[in-house]
């Protein structure tokens, strides 16, 4: 069962003759319990798509719907519950003044949950830090540390869906690869759908099972990693994208996120 459909998804920026198109008739779905990768080049309109899914832009056309129901103008408090985002920028998604503890407390007031504390406690240690560190300000946090507490914050109130917008690339390459095995592990223990942006196919294949691959605001192609990875795409841009990635994967740098360890 698909858990996000996206169908016909069009948006523009500006009015009249200064209206920027900058998603064009968009159609993919992720299933249920699948981590779904979009990919392209910077300004493809990825980052929109995910927007639009939260609710953050109300203005787009076509049909969005998040397990089976259409998603309306409004966000509803329910679809907080069912789906949260995390961000590329930790630093921005975390208020500088509150603590670790005020930030992933907040969802739950706002939602009137009980046992407020038990549960900071809970999701601090699902994502892999201990119970002290809530009462930390996010700049006595390292960039991994920052991105597990926005991790924790996502899920504090039990989503079944992450948009995950480039959620290592603010990361250093060591650092990278403990949050994609964190990203996959809670997927697979708690059944969660993730759609996932990247720029950098490795990412996408160490974490997804399918992916599309956006230009210009049009998604050019869907296909699995597994094709991916034995040279089956079909759209040049996903070839050329494939090449360069495999180039990059070379430098020591980037060695351990290459595509070519598929
Ligand atoms: N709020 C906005 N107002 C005007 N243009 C925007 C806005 N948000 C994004 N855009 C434009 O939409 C295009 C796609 O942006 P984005 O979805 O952020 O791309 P990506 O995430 O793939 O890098 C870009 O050309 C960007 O400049
Ligand atoms: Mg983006």
Redesign the pocket.
Known sequence: MAIIEVRSLSLS??HGASA?K??DEVSFEVREGESFG?V????????????CLAGQ?THWQGELRIAGQALGRKLERARCKQVQMVFQDPYGSLHPRHTVYTALAEPLRIHGIKEERQRVVAILEKVGLNADFRFRYPHQLSGGQRQRVAIARALILEPSVLLL??PTSALDVSVQAEILNLLDTLRRRDGLSYLL?A?DLGVVAHLCERMAV?QH?RLLETLSVDELCADQARHPYTRMLMQASRSCGNQPEAQGLAVAAC
Do not use: A, C, I
């Open positions: 920026f500006g920027s900058v998603l979009l392209g080049e910077s300004g493809s309109g990825k980052t929109t798509v995910l927007r832009y917008d480039e942006v720029h956006m605001g």
